[in-house]
T-cell receptor, first 112, second 114 residues
Framework: QKEVEQNSGPLSVPEGAIASLNCTYSDRGSQSFFWYRQYSGKSPELIMFIYSNGDKEDGRFTAQLNKASQYVSLLIRDSQPSDSATYLCAVNSAGGYNKLIFGAGTRLAVHP | KAGVTQTPRYLIKTRGQQVTLSCSPISGHRSVSWYQQTPGQGLQFLFEYFSETQRNKGNFPGRFSGRQFSNSRSEMNVSTLELGDSALYLC?????????????FGSGTQLSVL
């Protein structure tokens, strides 16, 4: 079983719709969770982070965390073509220090 | 504030050679991590440095090594290059490398081994 799992996609949504990206993780001791966006040929860019159960909103993005279910999600409201990218879920290893375990990423395609 | 700077941007090497990649963290950041990204394996953790000490290491062979200098700049070295080492090598920095800190990535070094 992979430590961090994501559906590879592609997830195709129309412009203006809500895109829902999901991630599950295996290490119950994980404390911090991150979403990175990576455009083709570019490096990952941090867009959201969450540490506590519940929802965290930042502009069009909402991160949701459920530690009991070991589940993290990212919602993108009013999706735009510029949101088309690969979204990487990352979980901080419970072993301490900043060692991130990444999922394989979900490719999102927003079509006009 | 300048971001994480990695040099060179591209490298082409042949099997058996060695390579050194450089990373300058964001000013004030003292923790530097290195990751390897390949299409097949995704992003994988190589190692993390803080105050010139390696605190954490991923599951890579000993051919992969690194170091950090007193100004927090870091280098990673890969010796006896293999074809499978072709990848995007990403450096990331954070303030002190604590568990809940945000990690910021550089643009990466694209290494091709022929």
């Amino acid at each position: 079983q992979k430590e961090v799992e994501q559906n590879s996609g592609p997830l195709s949504v129309p412009e203006g719709a809500i895109a829902s990206l999901n991630c599950t993780y295996s290490d119950r001791g994980s404390q911090s969770f991150f979403w990175y966006r990576q455009y083709s040929g570019k490096s990952p860019e941090l867009i959201m982070f969450i540490y506590s159960n519940g929802d965290k909103e930042d502009g069009r993005f909402t991160a949701q965390l459920n530690k009991a279910s070991q589940y993290v999600s990212l919602l993108i409201r009013d999706s735009q073509p510029s949101d088309s990218a690969t979204y990487l879920c990352a979980v901080n290893s419970a072993g301490g220090y900043n060692k991130l375990i990444f999922g394989a990423g979900t490719r999102l395609a927003v079509h006009p | 504030k300048a971001g994480v700077t990695q040099t060179p941007r591209y490298l082409i090497k042949t099997r058996g050679q060695q390579v050194t990649l450089s990373c300058s963290p964001i000013s004030g950041h003292r923790s530097v991590s290195w990751y390897q990204q390949t299409p097949g394996q995704g992003l994988q953790f190589l190692f993390e440095y803080f105050s010139e000490t390696q605190r954490n290491k991923g599951n890579f062979p000993g051919r992969f090594s690194g170091r950090q200098f007193s100004n927090s700049r870091s280098e990673m070295n890969v010796s006896t290059l293999e074809l499978g080492d072709s990848a995007l090598y990403l450096c990331a920095s954070s303030l002190a490398g604590a568990t809940n800190e945000k990690l910021f990535f550089g643009s990466g070094t694209q290494l091709s081994v022929l």
